[in-house]
């Protein structure tokens, strides 16, 4: 069964080009008919009547195929616009059975708990600091977060946090401000089971000509339980230099945490005592360490097996995860050396001196 992806508004813009082409070529024809079609001869001779009437005649044959394809352009025009309305028309249709579905079954959702069974969040307005509405229950996007009020240093709106199913919302922006301290970023929603978190938002900036001090970034938000990526700590806001007489200057904003990664624990370091497979002792254990240090990676996580390979996706700019004590390397089987190669032999004695001959033999005894 063959399935076909149709985009009704598509069909709608290719029909009017296609129109306008065909306006087009039928403009050009009209302005080249009389040229065409009614070729002058070079000269009073036969000759030259004969090749302007050949010339004449293929200027009337190409019109009147022109004529037929003008035809055969406007009908396929008239049945693609149709086309596309009545994809259209289906889409609408089909659509507005499942809407209606989908808010008989928030509405009671809504009520009880202030948040949609399915449907994304709305995200806070600019300027408000307003958090991002959380998505729905079973499957929904984070809102996000609204920036800051600019000039007082409002701070960002935080992401709302995503459904079952969904991401987080990304923090609002922090404000600027014109003293004192910007507005920080907001931070970003967390996922549940299978989902991104939502990056932190940027902190405000200090504005030019001013003592402001950059706002702090939001924090990134988790990553999904089972799937997904933490969400980035937002950049810390930066801080306008002064103006050249006054010669005064800002400080920029703290860059915010990375989010929290979820994985299996991490393994310890190899031991240094054991050779390699069966044949020499298995080493312990290493030490127990933290993967990464402070500020560059929310959280690394590996598999109880060598080599260790990273298998989650973390945030930039979190704490390192600690690792949990790995398990002493088992004991290999003995090693089996061979013998030692022993050293040389002296010469041994020699041989003992050749006996004397023995008494000769008796002669033949006479034969009677």
Known sequence: MSFVVVVPEVLGTAATELAALGAAVSAANAAAAASTTQ?????????????????????????????????????????????????????????????SVIDVVNAPVQALTGRPLIGNGANGAPGTGAAGAPGGWLIGNGGAGGSGAPGSGGAGGAGGAAGLIGSGGAGGAGGSSAAGVAGAGGAGGNAWLFGSGGAGGVGGMGEF???????????????????????????????????????????????????????????????????????????????????????????????????????????LGGAAGLARPGLAGLAGMPGYSSATVGSVGSVGPAAPAATPAGPGARAAMPVC
Request: aromatic fraction near 8%; charged fraction near 10%.
């Open 39 to 99: 070729v002058l001869a070079a000269a009073g001779d036969e000759v030259s009547a004969a090749i302007a009437a050949l010339f004449s005649a293929h200027g009337h044959s190409y019109q009147a195929l022109s004529v037929r394809a003008v035809s055969f352009q406007a009908e396929f025009v008239r049945a693609l616009a149709a086309g596309g309305g009545a994809y259209g028309s289906a889409e609408s249709a089909a659509a507005s059975p499942l809407q």
């Open 209 to 315: 000509g001013s003592k402001g001090i950059g706002g702090a970034g939001g924090a990134g938000g988790a990553a999904g339980l089972f799937f997904g990526a933490a969400g980035n700590g937002g950049n810390g806001g930066g801080s306008a230099l002064g103006g050249r007489q006054v010669r005064r200057s800002s400080s920029g904003g703290v860059g915010g945490a990375g989010g929290q990664g979820f994985g299996s624990d991490g393994g310890a370091a190899a031991g240094q005592a054991g050779g390699w497979w069966w044949w020499l002792a298995g080493g312990a254990g290493g030490p127990v360490v933290a993967e990464l240090s402070v500020g560059l990676v929310g959280l690394v996580v590996t598999l109880d097996c060598w080599p260790l390979v990273p298998v989650a996706l973390v945030g």
